[in-house]
């Protein structure tokens, strides 16, 4: 049998005790290891699996000749592919079971969390996300802007938009052997310089600096690591990466069809933002200045809410 466990968001423990089985029964385990990236080494998840784990490059897994690899013989044991996150999360994933079961394979999928269903860790409903997107690094001569009309089509419905930040990883040959670069990750401050600049390219009115509003997620359901950020899409500009904390980032547009809830529970994210601000502009830890961020940050995240979203607040 050929099985995909969802590894879920942080570190070896997420595994669910049923993806945990089919790993320990399994003859071959490989992590895919490309469409996202775990918080920790492969080999903490050996140690935990008491078993090797075979890392699967983008070739492995989406060729038809390193496809073949990871589903061979598995008609006649079990084989199982990681994932960070959740099986379905990303088509990849979706395309190798297809090739399973043409080739006649019976396949199993164990799901688990990912940050499709976390990010509402946010504060916001789920079942007020409209489409997610996925943001990839512009370079000087490719800027592609597709994104740009899903978030016009989700914010025309009153919807919030999932931004899922580009993962790269460079590669090259190296005395026969193709090496992978360590990966690069993009922060939230540049994710917005780059909405932005579509922003100016279309002018469409979609995103507005001072108007739109926007939570940044780092390291969702990594506990201590976990840092949610709020406020419009200016103050994210000002704050420096490394207030986002770690990567993996995400990035939420936040739609018109704003909840008085939502907005009460985002107050404290947009505390930490005004905070990590006033802190950084005045290069300094002077207790009151944090205060007076804190405040200012809730008291921005609010006026805006009430005045561009038409949120009552009391």
Not at 6 to 14: A, F, I, N, R, V
Not at 20 to 43: D, F, G, P, Q
């Amino acid at each position: 049998m050929f099985c995909i466990v969802g590894l879920g968001l942080c570190d070896e423990k997420d595994i669910t005790l049923r993806g945990l089985e089919a790993v320990k029964s399994a003859s071959r385990v490989y992590l895919e290891a490309y469409t996202s990236i775990l918080m920790i080494e492969k080999a903490r998840l050996e140690s935990f699996y008491g078993k090797e784990v075979i890392v699967a490059d983008r070739d492995m897994v989406e060729s038809e000749d390193g496809s073949n690899e990871i589903l061979k013989n598995a008609d006649k044991e079990d084989v199982c592919l990681l994932v960070v996150g959740d099986p379905f999360g990303a088509t990849t994933h979706t395309d190798i079971l297809i090739r399973a079961r043409q080739l006649g394979i019976p396949t199993r999928v164990i799901h688990n969390a990912s940050i499709m269903n976390a990010v509402g860790a946010s504060g916001l409903q789920l079942y007020n996300f409209g489409q997610t997107i996925s943001l990839v690094f512009f370079t000087e001569t490719w800027k592609p802007d597709s994104f740009y009309d899903r978030i016009k089509e989700n914010i025309d419905g009153g919807l919030h938009t999932l931004v899922l930040l580009d993962i790269k990883s460079d590669s090259f040959f190296f005395r026969g052997r193709k090496v992978y670069e360590p990966p690069r990750y993009m922060t939230v401050p540049q994710a917005v310089s780059q909405l932005l600049e579509i922003e100016n390219m279309r002018r469409e009115g979609v995103l507005d600096p001072d108007k739109t509003l926007a939570i940044s997620m780092g390291r969702v359901g990594g506990f201590d690591q976990q840092r949610i950020l709020a406020g419009p899409l200016c103050s994210l500009l000002r704050a420096s990466p490394e207030d986002f904390g770690p990567p993996l980032h995400s990035l939420i547009i936040v739609g018109k069809r704003l909840h008085h809830l939502e907005v009460e529970y985002g107050e404290l994210f947009a505390e930490d933002l005004g905070e990590a601000i006033a802190v950084a502009e005045e290069d300094g830890r002077n207790p009151e200045l944090g205060q007076q961020g804190r405040k200012g940050g809730r008291e921005l995240w609010r006026k805006v809410a009430h005045e561009a979203y038409g949120v009552a607040l009391s």
